[in-house]
């Protein structure tokens, strides 16, 4: 039994030349590591959508809601004050601080979504046990893949890789 | 020191100035700095910004023992010099993120040279502006009070005040900052982290990078949270300096109640921020020898924002006049002869040459191609900027309704430690952020040196 293959790539046209192989060869690509957002890599990949943007419209909008709230509740309930016959309710300066913290609650959940959607943070991985790795970040392009469950196809994976363009095959194995 | 990737000149590519930037010699370009010793002048600079920071310590302990009494305010000009520096350091720190965001949405690609560092300014500044109101309230110890949290004097902040919306623009500003710059550094952290060769530098890259590894489906969602973070960024900034814009239009003094006052105060950040990314933007370029990733062309351009900011200063303050005049009011009109020809009058016309007329020379492509030129007006504005500020804070105040209560402003010694102590801290913020983070975002000038086919 073989876990995935990961191949290294010197330019990021040949990974994606090896990626469009992998699929016409009936293989699964599972991943793709490059040191800066290759154009179309995703769409190869099939990315799905990742509702970062929905988690940041709810949090905005109820954390704004909620300083609505505490204003409202506060000059109107719990500490009434007569400033120069203003109504309690000054509705329309009471937006000014609910805009700006559901903005920042915004971002903060995304940032919060975005990490829980990339399963990060995860400071180890197998993958960074495959030499040469640490060249993921600066000028390798890697590519990850796995094969059906038999030796026969594992082999012809690596085959396709190889004569895509990979410096180097090597097999991730899972812990 | 050589540069590892060498400027060639004329450049081959648009934005960048090398024959060759492939991924390896930007990660180096970059990162090797940063494990290399610092050179004299970082030394140099650092002991000369230390003085500044303990001034700036010094100042601030002092004020806070003797009280504002120190500085020239008196009962007339209540607010001074930290007034000014507030909205000035707020609107330098407006820019960055501003920047930022505008160039991603507008799709920029130039960005990629000068993001990093406009919004790390952003951080700092806005850190520096932050520090402006506590000074001034007068009673700092009781600055939590503007927080809302159940106590037993069972009070609760005034909503109604723009100290209040001050407080919540900045905290969330400063918060959104944070989070937009140091999400975006998280890929170039990691390639720290793989880069370094010390062990503690690969402990805390490592601890920071989170684990990065670059997967294709982590740039997509970092690409997706990016955009529309800068797409809520812009709103953001634009309403965090149109609240300090309200501070004092929704006062009832002659020359702050005005309706120009927010979209004003938000134009002028980004003129005044740009001006500060040129002048920083030349500082790196030269200290860090990133002479190919900076390049003429990039000051090209940015000069070209400057003029057009200037031409949209100019008609603001052609509007302010024109609106003084003609509303009539007695109090706006003299308000307005004041500014001309009272007791600011060579500050008022010195601030109108900086920013307004100085400026105008970048109608000529050789003052835009030419970096001391540049550098000048850039220094030129930042000051006629700052007073600006002061001076909006002074001549209405000096000259207010009741004639026997006009008094003017005399600097002291503290008014100048505020002033110019600041400045020194900045500078120290910057020359530690250099030795610890890459200045330039490597991914995003990798992008970048592909789409130019220069890699």
């Not at chain 2, 609107?91 to 930022?100: E, M, P, R």
């Not at chain 2, 020379?361 to 000048?376: K, T």
Request: with cysteine; proline share 5%; glycine share 8%.
């Amino acid at each position: 039994m073989s876990g995935p293959l990961v191949a290294e790539f010197r330019d990021p046209e040949t990974l994606r030349q090896a990626l469009r192989r992998v699929k016409e060869s009936r293989h699964l690509p599972l991943d793709a590591f490059t040191p800066y957002p290759v154009e179309g890599l995703d769409e190869q990949l099939a990315v799905g959508p990742s509702g970062i943007r929905h988690a940041m419209l709810a949090g905005g909008l109820i954390v704004a809601a909620l300083a609505f709230g505490l204003q409202w509740y506060s000059a109107v309930i719990d500490y009434p004050l007569n400033a120069g016959g203003r109504p309690l309710n000054s509705w329309q300066v009471f937006l000014l601080v609910p805009f700006e913290v559901g903005v920042f609650a915004a971002a903060l959940c995304g940032a919060i979504a975005l990490l829980w959607s990339c399963g990060l943070p995860r400071l180890h991985h197998p993958l960074f046990e495959i030499p040469g790795f640490e060249r993921a970040t600066q000028d390798r392009f890697f590519l990850l893949a796995s094969a059906e469950q038999s030796d026969e196809a594992a082999r012809d994976l690596r085959d396709v890789l190889e004569r895509s363009g990979a410096v180097v095959v090597t097999e991730v194995r899972q812990s | 020191m050589t540069a590892i990737l060498e400027q060639t000149s004329p450049p081959p590519y648009r934005w960048i100035a090398a024959s060759r930037a492939s991924d390896l010699e930007i990660t180096q370009a970059v990162a090797e700095p940063l494990f290399a010793r610092a050179g004299a002048a970082w030394w140099i600079s650092m002991l000369l910004s230390l003085v500044f920071v303990l001034w700036f310590a010094g100042s601030i302990g002092w004020l806070f023992y003797k009280g504002i009494g120190i500085w020239g305010v008196n009962s007339t000009v209540v607010w001074g010099v930290a007034i000014a520096n507030y909205v000035w350091w707020i609107g330098i720190g407006n820019a960055g993120t501003l920047i930022s965001a505008m160039l991603l949405l507008t799709r920029q690609k130039w960005r990629g040279s000068i993001n990093r560092f406009a919004e790390a300014m952003t951080l700092f500044a806005v850190t520096i502006a932050g520090i402006m109101p506590i000074v001034h309230v007068g009673r700092p110890l009781y600055v939590y009070w503007l927080a809302p949290y159940p106590n037993t004097m069972a009070l609760w902040p005034q909503w109604r005040s723009a100290l209040v919306w001050d407080f919540w623009a900045i905290v969330s500003y400063l918060l959104f900052s944070i989070l937009f710059w140091y999400v975006s550094l998280i890929p170039d952290l990691a390639t720290m982290r793989d880069r370094t060769r010390t062990r503690a530098g690969q402990f805390l890259y490592g601890a920071f990078a989170l684990g990065w590894r670059g997967s294709a489906v982590h740039w997509r969602r970092l690409k997706t949270w990016h955009t529309t973070m800068a797409a809520l960024g812009v709103p953001l900034v634009c309403s965090v300096h149109s609240i300090v814009g309200l501070d004092f239009a929704a006062s009832l003094m002659p020359g702050w109640q005005e309706s120009i006052f927010p979209p004003y105060f938000v134009v002028g950040a980004m003129y005044s921020g740009f001006a500060m990314v040129i002048v920083l933007a030349l500082g790196f370029r030269w200290g860090l020898n990133l002479q190919a990733i900076i390049t003429r062309k990039h000051f090209e351009v940015m000069g070209r924002i400057l003029l057009m900011a200037s031409i949209v200063m100019g008609y603001s303050y052609a509007t302010e006049w024109f609106m003084g005049w003609y509303g009539g009011k007695h109090s706006d009109r003299s308000l307005v002869a004041f500014e001309f020809a009272g007791t600011y009058a060579p500050l008022f016309w010195a601030l109108l040459a900086c920013n307004v007329v100085l400026p105008q020379a970048l109608w000529f492509p050789r003052v835009r191609r030419s970096l001391p030129a540049l550098f000048a007006i850039a220094i030129a504005i930042n000051i006629g900027m700052w007073l600006e500020r002061i001076l909006i804070i002074w001549n209405t105040l000096s000259h207010d309704y009741m004639p026997s209560l006009w008094r003017s402003f005399h600097f002291t010694f503290w008014d100048w430690s505020f002033l110019i102590a600041p400045l020194g801290f900045f500078a120290f913020l910057f020359l530690v952020f250099v030795r610890l983070v890459p200045a330039v975002s490597m991914f995003d000038m990798r992008e970048l040196a592909h789409q130019e086919r220069a890699a």
